[in-house]
């Protein structure tokens, strides 16, 4: 049996939240039980020129909504930028997750030729959706929960590999 796009999108954009939820719970519950303040985590960034972890799980949400949305056709909310804590940050991943939680399976599978045009620095990059899925949504979108990961690694939480992956 073949993959469809839903399978191929949806339940691997939720996957990854997911884990990025587990990520930040674990981290916050280190940081908690070892006195130190979680916004330092939250501002934290791997170097001076890349997103703070907020900016991370706010492009990972961005990536993974869009994606689906800009695949079925429909248009996704529009969340601002403004977390500043690690329970905006969860809450941020959540409200993601109930958007994906409503994308009809219907919108998404067979659309692999829909158009998809995106804005890029350099003017516009054209598509289809199977190409926009599988060789800029979903590589966008792990990069920046991998980056999270790091964030959190390098500012010393106790997580690694098989938190990231989570279980099977």
Do not use: C
């Amino acid at each position: 049996m073949a993959l469809s796009m839903y399978d191929l999108s949806v339940p691997v954009f939720s996957r990854g939240l997911g884990q990025l939820t587990h990520l930040l719970e674990k981290s916050l519950a280190h940081a908690r039980a070892n006195d130190i303040d979680p916004a330092t985590l939250v501002d934290a960034r791997l170097a001076p020129d890349m997103l703070t972890l907020a900016g991370q799980i706010q492009r990972a949400s961005d990536a993974s909504k869009l994606g689906v949305a800009r695949i079925a056709g429909i248009t996704a909310p529009s969340f601002p930028d403004e977390e500043k804590t690690y329970d905006e940050l969860l809450a941020r991943i959540a409200k993601t997750q109930d958007f994906l939680a409503t994308v009809d399976r219907a919108l998404v599978d067979g659309q692999e030729e829909r158009p998809v045009t995106i804005k890029t620095r350099e003017g516009e990059a054209h598509f289809t959706a199977q190409r926009y899925l599988l060789q800029f949504a979903l590589p966008n979108f792990f990069f920046h929960v991998t980056t999270a990961y790091g964030v959190l690694r390098h500012k010393g939480m106790p997580i690694g590999k098989m938190d990231y992956l989570g279980r099977f």
